[in-house]
Nanobody
Framework: QVQLVESGGGLVQPGGSLRLSCAAS????????MGWYRQAPGKQRELVAL???????NYAASVTGRFTISGDNGENTLYLQMNSLKPEDTAVYYC?????????WGQGTQVTVSS
């Protein structure tokens, strides 16, 4: 089993930056795939970025070039660096882990992009 705890959300102006963190109870490189998803009000949860155990990354088209996913084994933490934020990035952001064949979710952290 893996516990995931997100942090780093908040209110930011358009064009600003935030870094989200996801603290995991397992070593990052022991987890097959980790990722960030988001859900805006009235919309379905969508994939933002993925990182495999081997370090391969994948991004949604809407965030490519602006967001960067990375992992720190020493701190068992997954990060999402978000730059050039737009109002449409406003959502609850969730950390996800695929570990030993099961899917795990964090509780989510709110990101609001507004002037």
């Amino acid at each position: 089993q893996v516990q995931l705890v997100e942090s780093g959300g908040g209110l930011v102006q358009p064009g600003g930056s935030l870094r989200l963190s996801c603290a995991a109870s397992a070593i990052i490189d022991s987890i097959s795939v980790m990722g960030w998803y988001r859900q805006a009000p009235g919309k379905q949860r969508e994939l933002v970025a993925l990182r495999t155990r081997s370090g391969v990354t994948n991004y949604a088209a809407s965030v490519t070039g602006r967001f960067t996913i990375s992992g720190d084994n020493g701190e068992n933490t997954l990060y999402l660096q978000m730059n050039s934020l737009k109002p449409e990035d406003t959502a609850v952001y969730y950390c996800n882990a695929l570990y030993s064949g099961s899917n795990y979710w964090g509780q989510g952290t709110q990101v609001t992009v507004s002037s």
